[in-house]
């Protein structure tokens, strides 16, 4: 079983910055190689949406078009967490972000690959 615990959500003025973590442990975590984790959002009365996801082994990411250039997806293999930098946040970033994690995932943007889910953590940009 894999914990995911997402922090870091808040109120911010659209242009502003946040910066969003996910702290996994669990003992299925002890070899991260195979995993790969991402950043979900899902609006009110919308559909939960493919963000960012990367690569335990070798880093590679991948990015939503809608966020490509403001977001960064990042990884700190020493604390077991991934990291979501969002800058010049625009009031349509507003969601509740899951982070989620699995093992051997062909296509990172598909929610049903992903195994293990955070709680979510709001974020909200106002205009």
């Known amino acids: 079983q894999v914990q995911l615990v997402e922090s870091g959500g808040g109120l911010v003025q659209a242009g502003g910055s946040l910066r969003l973590s996910c702290a996994a442990s669990g003992r299925t975590f002890s070899s991260f190689s195979s995993y790969a984790m991402g950043w979900f959002r899902q609006a009110p009365g919308k559909e939960r949406v493919f963000v960012a996801a990367i690569r335990w082994s070798g880093g590679n990411t991948y990015y939503a078009d809608s966020v490509k250039g403001r977001f960064t997806i990042s990884r700190d293999s020493a604390k077991n967490t991934v990291y979501l930098q969002m800058n010049s946040l625009k009031p349509e970033d507003t969601a509740v972000y899951f982070c989620?994690?699995?093992?051997?995932?062909?296509?990172?943007?598909?929610?049903?690959?992903?195994?293990?889910w955070g709680q979510g953590t709001q974020v909200t940009v106002s205009s």
């Open positions: 989620a994690a699995g093992q051997r995932i062909g296509v990172l943007s598909t929610v049903r690959n992903y195994e293990y």
